[in-house]
């Protein structure tokens, strides 16, 4: 598998003082990749920012779509964010919906 996909990581979003103390921090962080095309969240129903999203990643011809879940670190600062492996690839262009539909499949 390629290195420069955002697969398999953990960071914590206190280590980065550029990025806000917020919950849309892990989102900030992976979207400043040059390789990061979108990243969306798609469960946020906690409120404690504790959101699932995903990013899909542009390397080459080929996106991929990888999911990503948060946890806020209280008592402490930041957000800790995970990353998955790639659930999906493909040349060209994709919808939101088509990818929503890819993540319903795979969580099934």
Sequence with gaps: MDKRLLTNREINTANFPDLPLSWYAPRQYFSQFKTVRDVNLFDTTSSAGDWTGYIEQKIGKTSHLIIFS????YPHAGFTAWTGEVIASWQGDMTREEIY??????NQ
């Design 70 to 73: 948060q946890e806020n670190n």
């Design 101 to 106: 539909q890819i993540i319903e499949e795979h």
